[in-house]
């Protein structure tokens, strides 16, 4: 049970430099850039990294260095965002802003871009890893992360909910609406559609 042809569910192409950009920042969840995230003939090195490689004691990286071909490593997803929004507050016209991950990831990105005054045209994304969800229940606004099935249970209201390709951009995040809301109790079988 799916309502696919959703237009508002992302659509990705692997990525590919914006000549238009002066500076160009691509940040990934991983220590590695997916080699499958990068269009053919295109090399991570044309780009400054970000990366997370979830370990506590980092060795120390010059924060003035914003030059292609850096590779500047986070302790986690939190520790990558909070040093972007401080990079994006001080950056001036033409960076572009690239991102490579899981939906959740590349969303929360996109969050930071948007709040720091980047246009869509000036952020890329690809999608890379998970096809798990974050979703969000209509019902009562809470979140539920890294949702595989079609039905799940709401972690906020305890409501079996649709998971909907309907994508919010402002919420990052998929739809939930409660799929026995007519028939109380008639839930049907969940599938595993986004592992």
Avoid: N
């Amino acid at each position: 049970m799916t309502d696919q042809g959703i237009k508002s569910r992302p659509r990705y192409q692997p990525l590919e430099i914006d000549p238009a950009g002066r500076h160009h920042l691509l940040v990934v969840p991983s220590e590695d850039v997916p080699s499958d995230a990068v269009a053919e003939g295109f090399a991570p090195s044309a780009f400054e990294v970000w990366t997370v490689v979830r370990k506590s004691a980092l060795p120390p990286s010059a924060i003035t260095e914003e030059a292609a071909g850096t590779v500047r490593a986070f302790r986690s997803p939190a520790h990558l965002f909070s040093a972007l929004e401080e990079r994006l507050a001080r950056e001036t016209m033409g960076l572009r802003l690239y991102a490579v991950g899981p939906e959740d990831f590349l969303w929360d990105v996109y969050g930071v871009g948007e709040k720091a005054g980047l246009s869509p045209q000036e952020m890329r994304f690809t999608h890379s890893g998970t096809k798990a969800r974050r979703i969000f229940c209509v019902h009562c606004r809470a979140v539920t992360e890294k949702v595989t099935t079609s039905i799940v249970t709401c972690s906020g209201c305890g409501a079996s909910l649709f998971v909907r390709d309907h994508f919010s951009r402002r919420l990052s995040a998929f739809m939930g609406v409660q799929v026995d809301a007519e028939a109380p109790g008639d839930v049907p079988a969940a599938e595993e559609l986004y592992a």
